[in-house]
């Protein structure tokens, strides 16, 4: 200690007493030790990011992740937004009707039938606006992310709804006869879910995730005992993409991280570890701000990394949770529960892979004559829960292809029982077709 120092101590101490200076030095040295950590913890993540600060993490993550501005003519979420906007004025009990024809849990009546059959005849402009934009080349979603959670996002709920008429509208027309078009339509709802991929937002992915489930159940509905149209089936293989529903969760959990350093600031004033402004000024709440936010960027980095993997190799939300600090008050709010989203995201995907293998093999039928004894090497890709391939056998005059699930037991290709997504999807993730 140079004199300097000592007679800056002296000073102090004489002003706050003993007790004072010693809660002073004590602050000081916390501050410094949690601020290395915080340093190491941040350079760490950055790295893995590809950059060397929070300011080019910034800059990289809206040039890189983030949809370039394009003009509406182009722009595929123009036309869903648009189509969105008049099923917004939909009467409640279409909207009812559109929930529960696109839903594989519910007997939807014939009254609901006929009234979203007659909805759709006099607004005709809700499936063309979807099929407009299903066939323009680009996605932009246009954000203010600078407003952080404050940001706008209408349009995601109106995609949900698009989907659900889309959805709808292929039943009806496979119900009318007219399988063509209802496939047809399913490669526009195919084309509307995965446009959520170029979103790097948490809520992007589960909403993708939620109407690529509804697509691939609709699909098992309409081609189970149909053949399968070869445009249509072109655009239905291209939504069935488990790499972009990956890709997609690996830019969100980084766009998540994006907004969780947002609200660090928005607490701290600053995201310069060496500084100490806005609430954490007084007492010891520098060295707590550190330790908060070092296992933020620890946590987020090891999603991130876990976002990559399956399910099976990724920690429970027990175990990572007890890695973070009971004192990363902030932490523990901000983060979303790794286990369970990427239990999630594996479990659509497998459905997604399944269906996608279900219209192959239909395929295989019309070129053949009839379906193979065992997948064909061409057609089998690995179960995300087991890591070998999907399960498949002859059903009478069809199939059944199957991921083990979460359970991973071969049940026979069964799904389990119940009302909730975590009752049907605790055995069998599977695709039937009876012809």
Not at 273 to 292: C, F, K, L, W
Not at 420 to 433: V, W
Request: charged share 25%.
């Amino acid at each position: 200690m140079n004199a300097r120092t000592g007679s800056v101590l002296r000073k102090v101490a004489a002003g706050l007493g003993i007790f004072g200076a010693v809660v002073l030095v004590v602050d000081i040295a916390a501050t410094l030790v949690t601020g290395r950590t915080l340093r190491r913890e941040m350079a760490e993540t950055f790295a893995m990011l590809g950059v060397e600060s929070h300011e080019e993490f910034v800059a990289k993550f809206k040039a890189d992740m983030c949809s370039q501005k394009v003009e509406n003519d182009r722009n595929a979420v123009a036309s869903y937004v648009a189509a969105a906007a008049v099923l917004d004025t939909a009467p409640e009990m279409v909207d009812q009707a559109l929930a529960d024809i696109s839903s594989p849990q519910v007997e939807a009546t014939e009254e609901q039938k006929d009234a979203a059959r007659k909805y759709l005849e006099e607004h005709p402009e809700v499936l063309r606006l979807a099929a407009d934009g299903a066939n323009k080349p680009s996605v932009y979603f246009e954000r203010d992310w600078s407003a952080g959670w404050d940001m706008q996002l209408r349009e995601l709920a109106g995609m949900r709804q698009l989907t659900r008429a889309v959805c709808t509208a292929a039943i009806l027309h496979h119900e009318d006869g007219k399988e063509e078009s209802a496939q047809g339509l399913l490669g526009i709802g195919m084309r509307i879910s995965s446009s959520l991929d170029e979103d790097p937002l948490l809520i992007s992915a589960l909403v993708r995730m939620a109407t690529l489930a509804m697509c691939t159940h609709t699909l098992e509905r309409v081609i189970s005992e149909e053949e399968v149209h070869p445009a249509p089936a072109h655009a239905i293989l291209a939504g069935l993409d488990a790499e972009g529903v990956r890709d997609g969760m690996t830019k969100a959990l980084i766009g998540e991280m994006y907004f969780g350093l947002h609200a660090f600031q928005n607490f701290s004033g600053e995201l310069d570890p060496s500084m100490t402004p806005g609430i954490y000024e007084r007492g010891m709440a520098a060295p707590v701000r550190n330790v908060d936010m070092a296992a933020y960027a620890r946590y987020m980095r090891g999603m991130i990394e876990a976002s990559r993997e399956p399910w099976v190799q990724t920690k429970t939300d027990e175990e990572v949770l007890a890695g973070i600090p009971k004192t990363a008050v902030l932490t523990k709010l901000l983060v979303p529960t790794l286990s369970r989203v990427i239990l999630q995201r594996d479990r659509y995907i497998a459905h997604s892979d399944c269906a996608a293998a279900a219209v192959r093999l239909k395929q295989y039928k019309q070129e053949h004559g009839e379906y193979p004894d065992e997948l064909p090497a061409e057609i089998a890709v690995d179960d995300p829960f087991s890591g070998g391939p999907l399960l498949y056998k002859r059903d009478g005059a069809g199939f059944v292809v199957y991921s083990v699930g979460e359970n991973l037991t071969d049940d026979g290709g069964v799904w389990a029982e119940g009302d909730s997504t975590d009752e049907r999807f605790s055995k069998d993730i599977a695709f039937r077709c009876r012809n």
